[in-house]
């Protein structure tokens, strides 16, 4: 098997399922993959009249009736060589879905979210409903702690022009997240964007971390987690796209993407979840019924609980629902 080798991975220019043995067990912190349609992905431009001109030859597409058994093996050998706790993310379509799912209900894997990716441009239909979507199915391989970086793009403290938490719109399950055009640029047939990518690897591993892809495609996820400080490997089974794409591999400046990341404008506030004590609950009920007094709003009540005791939302309403700290309903409100 072909590779090449740079001072921030290994890439391989074979079949993962085959040689997916050169990477040992467990030693791979997150990985992202789009495996090919199933759905003659290599002719589809014939029916929806795509200009192909700029776009890299060699995509190998795997024949509808193999899907369910190529699937098995390859998911497989994502749970051999994920680590425990490692996180693994899986972009498909809703054509072969099942057998993804099927394939990752036989496995170790544990489902975390089944995210939703919307997209522009979607394929135009007449007769059905345009489909503009694909499933992100995030799963990770118990026996570990999991990466989660929740205030890595948006701290909890940010708020959008209408006080909405930009955290809580960032992690919610449906992504709006635009495909990238190139127009008259060298491209793979399917692309995923740097915007998603560099989304997943944010939340789910931190700088110096292994990401795995395999089927490289066009290297985006390869290239993506070098450009946010990550090593990187993976496999592409096509000789023309391993080619058109491993001199620039060797290229690749580390930490090319962390000046156009998403990063927070505040400062992460520290959580605990510590038990409340019985000075810490009567300390809330007198700072709660000082608040309650004062005309603010239960939003705003909460949020000034949240920093004088350095704690979150849910352990702040938790507390209250617990201690039985009732309050004094204003006109237009509920109370907790």
């Given at each position: 098997?072909?590779?090449?080798?740079?001072?921030?991975?290994?890439?391989?220019?074979?079949?993962c399922?085959?040689g997916?043995?050169?990477?040992?067990?467990?030693?791979?912190?997150?990985?992202?993959?789009d495996?090919?349609?199933?759905?003659?992905?290599?002719?589809?431009?014939?029916?929806?009249?795509?200009?192909?001109?700029?776009?890299?030859d060699?995509?190998?597409?795997?024949?509808?009736?193999q899907?369910?058994?190529?699937?098995?093996?390859?998911?497989?050998?994502?749970?051999?060589?994920?680590?425990?706790?490692?996180?693994?993310?899986?972009v498909?379509?809703?054509?072969h879905?099942r057998?993804i799912?099927?394939a990752?209900?036989?496995?170790s894997?544990?489902?975390?979210?089944?995210i939703?990716?919307?997209?522009n441009?979607?394929?135009f239909?007449?007769?059905?409903?345009?489909?503009?979507?694909?499933?992100?199915?995030?799963?990770?391989?118990?026996?570990?702690?999991?990466?989660?970086?929740?205030e890595?793009?948006?701290?909890?403290?940010?708020k959008?022009?209408?006080?909405?938490?930009?955290?809580?719109?960032?992690?919610?399950?449906?992504?709006?997240?635009?495909?990238?055009y190139?127009?008259?640029?060298v491209?793979?047939?399917?692309?995923?964007?740097?915007?998603l990518?560099?989304?997943?690897?944010?939340y789910?591993?931190?700088e110096?971390?292994?990401?795995?892809?395999?089927?490289?495609g066009?290297f985006?996820?390869?290239k993506?987690?070098?450009?946010?400080?990550?090593?990187?490997?993976?496999?592409?089974?096509?000789?023309?796209?391993?080619?058109?794409?491993?001199?620039?591999?060797?290229?690749l400046?580390?930490?090319?993407?962390l000046?156009?990341?998403?990063?927070?404008?505040?400062?992460?506030?520290?959580?605990?979840?510590?038990?409340?004590?019985?000075?810490?609950?009567?300390?809330l009920r007198?700072?709660?019924?000082?608040?309650?007094?004062?005309?603010?709003?239960?939003k705003?009540?909460?949020?000034?609980?949240?920093?004088?005791?350095?704690?979150?939302?849910?352990?702040?309403?938790?507390?209250?629902?617990?201690?039985?700290?009732k309050?004094?309903?204003?006109?237009?409100?509920?109370?907790?």
């Open positions: 098997m072909r590779s090449i080798a740079t001072s921030h991975g290994i890439f391989y220019n074979g079949d399922i085959l997916a043995s050169l990477i040992p067990d467990n030693s791979v912190d997150l990985i992202i993959t495996p090919p349609y199933g759905i003659e992905g290599d002719r589809l431009h014939r029916h929806y009249n795509r200009d192909e001109s700029f776009v890299t060699g995509y190998v597409e795997i024949p509808s009736e899907y369910e058994s190529f699937t098995m093996d390859w998911v497989r050998q994502a749970e051999r060589i994920i680590r425990p706790g490692g996180s693994v993310y899986i498909s379509g809703y054509t879905l057998h799912l099927n990752l209900h036989k496995t894997l544990e489902e975390i979210n089944h939703i990716w919307r997209y441009f979607g394929v239909t007449s007769k059905k409903y345009v489909s503009s979507h694909y499933h992100i199915l995030f799963y990770s391989k118990p026996g570990g702690n999991r990466t989660f970086n929740t890595c793009r948006f701290s909890l403290s940010e959008d022009e209408n006080g909405g938490s930009l955290n809580y719109q960032d992690r919610e399950d449906v992504w709006i997240i635009n495909r990238e190139k127009p008259g640029k491209k793979n047939k399917n692309e995923l964007p740097t915007a990518l560099s989304k997943i690897i944010q789910s591993s931190n110096g971390d292994l990401v795995c892809d395999l089927f490289l066009g985006s996820t390869a993506t987690a070098i450009g946010l400080l990550r090593r990187a490997t993976g496999f592409e089974i096509s000789q023309v796209m391993f080619d058109a794409r491993a001199y620039e591999m060797t290229t400046v580390p930490g090319f993407l000046n156009s990341a998403q990063t927070p404008k505040e400062p992460a506030r520290k959580r605990t979840r510590k038990i409340w004590n019985q000075e810490e609950t009567e300390e007198r700072k709660y019924n000082e608040l309650n007094q004062t005309g603010l709003s239960q705003e009540i909460t949020e000034r609980l949240q920093e004088e005791f350095d704690r979150g939302y849910w352990s702040i309403e938790k507390a209250l629902k617990k201690n039985s700290i309050p004094r309903r204003h006109k237009g409100e509920s109370g907790i």
